[in-house]
């Protein structure tokens, strides 16, 4: 079966929270400032949840993917979420967003690989695909980061926002008629790296049986900024260099680069390390900042639903942060 299946992305959808919140409204709860925000990391604004939960706008991103896809729910056999802020520890956010769609015919799990979720998510739905396993996936990347800030740390708070991404991706035989039997994922490359993973961390719940002495203490997200900068404008130019190389592609065949929004300086000293045009690195920090895992879909669905995505392109798409972990894909649309 290997190397006989395609696997392609046929439909891509978002969901993003009601709740606008500027850097000005920020600058009231934090002693921060517009200019300090954007002048760092390109973050103008991002959307905070009140209502939504992390399964809530899951299940919105994937029902607008399965609608872009034209695909029912009961056609989906694979659903995988990438997520670190699930709204319980079991269930899975996959199994609720399973329950909410009625995917009755899908297996579902979650994957933690915080900031390269989604894209962990996408590798593993492709390799089942190509296995013959499975025929139809859809992936996720969904986050409520805002309940694991500490809103009085300005150093990370400022920087996080929620909402959800979702694509579908589906098996195609190669050689068949049909004119998606043809591009698709092309490459993937993945890593991790668990020797630095406390530059980018946030404490699970500690044991609290009776008979332990020190009380339960919440803990929120807590990072080195620096160190993470200095991971990611190394690690992301050489896993693309990677990618492209196992895809027979140069930069210059790329169309577009989809990388995870945590800062629009590491898009920019990506871009120079690649010495491609920053033009081909669309943006969407500015108005959602950094959600994790869900970023680079719904990063994605925009690119998608603004027809910036025709047939044929050479994209590249590229997750990074806590763990840490990384993720590249080359993929003709
Ligand atoms: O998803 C993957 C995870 N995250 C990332 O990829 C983040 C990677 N790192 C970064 O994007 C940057 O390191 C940050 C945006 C987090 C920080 O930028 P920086 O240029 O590295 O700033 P810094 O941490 O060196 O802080 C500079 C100053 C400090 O003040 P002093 O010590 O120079 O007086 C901070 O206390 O800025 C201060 N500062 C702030 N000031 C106003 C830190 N946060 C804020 C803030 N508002 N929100």
Same mark, same amino acid.
């Given at each position: 079966?290997?190397?006989?299946?395609?696997?392609?992305?046929?439909?891509?959808?978002?969901?993003?929270?009601?709740?606008?919140?500027?850097?000005? @409204?920020?600058?009231?709860?934090?002693?921060?400032?517009?200019?300090?925000? %954007?002048?760092?990391?390109?973050?103008?604004?991002?959307?905070?949840?009140? @209502?939504?939960?992390? !399964?809530?706008?899951?299940?919105?991103?994937?029902?607008?993917?399965?609608? @872009?896809?034209?695909?029912?729910?009961?056609?989906?056999?694979?659903?995988?979420?990438?997520?670190?802020?699930?709204?319980?520890?079991?269930?899975?956010?996959?199994?609720?967003?399973?329950?909410?769609?009625?995917?009755?015919?899908?297996?579902?799990?979650?994957?933690?690989?915080?900031?390269?979720?989604?894209?962990?998510?996408?590798?593993?739905?492709?390799?089942?695909?190509?296995?013959?396993?499975?025929?139809?996936?859809?992936?996720?990347?969904?986050?409520?980061?805002?309940?694991?800030?500490?809103?009085? @740390?300005?150093?990370?708070?400022?920087? =996080?926002?929620?909402?959800?991404?979702? !694509?579908?991706?589906?098996?195609?035989?190669?050689?068949?008629?049909?004119?998606?039997?043809?591009?698709?994922?092309?490459?993937?490359?993945?890593?991790?790296?668990?020797?630095?993973?406390?530059?980018?961390?946030?404490?699970?719940?500690?044991?609290?049986?009776?008979?332990?002495?020190?009380?339960?203490?919440?803990?929120?997200?807590?990072?080195?900024?620096?160190?993470?900068?200095? =991971?990611?404008?190394?690690?992301?130019?050489?896993?693309?260099?990677?990618?492209?190389?196992?895809?027979? *592609?140069?930069?210059?065949?790329?169309?577009?680069?989809?990388?995870?929004?945590?800062?629009?300086?590491?898009?920019?000293?990506?871009?120079?390390?690649?010495?491609?045009?920053?033009?081909?690195?669309?943006?969407?920090?500015?108005?959602?900042?950094?959600?994790?895992?869900? %970023?680079?879909?719904?990063?994605?669905?925009?690119?998608?639903?603004?027809?910036?995505?025709?047939?044929?392109?050479?994209?590249?798409? %590229?997750?990074?942060?806590?763990? *840490?972990?990384?993720?590249?894909?080359?993929?003709?649309?």
């Amino acid at each position: 079966m290997k190397n006989s299946v395609i696997t392609r992305i046929t439909g891509t959808g978002s969901c993003l929270p009601e709740q606008i919140v500027t850097n000005e @409204d920020l600058s009231k709860v934090v002693d921060t400032s517009d200019e300090w925000i %954007s002048s760092r990391t390109g973050i103008r604004e991002r959307h905070l949840a009140k @209502d939504e939960t992390t !399964a809530s706008m899951a299940a919105e991103a994937g029902m607008r993917a399965m609608q @872009d896809a034209g695909i029912g729910a009961e056609e989906v056999d694979l659903l995988i979420v990438g997520t670190i802020t699930g709204d319980y520890v079991t269930p899975s956010t996959s199994c609720e967003v399973q329950e909410i769609l009625g995917a009755v015919n899908a297996v579902a799990f979650d994957i933690n690989a915080a900031c390269a979720g989604f894209m962990f998510a996408l590798h593993t739905a492709h390799a089942y695909l190509q296995s013959g396993i499975y025929k139809t996936a859809l992936v996720l990347g969904a986050e409520t980061l805002s309940k694991i800030m500490d809103w009085k @740390d300005r150093s990370t708070c400022v920087l =996080f926002g929620d909402g959800a991404g979702a !694509a579908v991706v589906r098996a195609f035989e190669k050689g068949k008629a049909e004119d998606k039997a043809a591009g698709g994922i092309l490459a993937f490359e993945q890593g991790s790296d668990g020797r630095k993973g406390k530059v980018l961390s946030c404490l699970g719940r500690r044991n609290n049986n009776p008979l332990i002495e020190n009380p339960f203490i919440p803990s929120y997200v807590s990072m080195n900024g620096q160190e993470v900068y200095k =991971f990611a404008v190394n690690t992301v130019p050489a896993s693309i260099q990677k990618v492209l190389e196992l895809a027979g *592609l140069e930069t210059g065949d790329i169309k577009y680069f989809v990388l995870h929004q945590a800062n629009i300086r590491i898009l920019q000293a990506v871009a120079k390390r690649l010495k491609a045009d920053m033009e081909k690195f669309p943006v969407s920090l500015d108005h959602c900042g950094n959600i994790s895992a869900a %970023s680079v879909p719904i990063l994605l669905d925009e690119m998608n639903r603004k027809g910036m995505l025709e047939k044929g392109d050479k994209i590249v798409m %590229s997750g990074f942060g806590g763990g *840490l972990t990384w993720a590249s894909a080359v993929l003709e649309w």
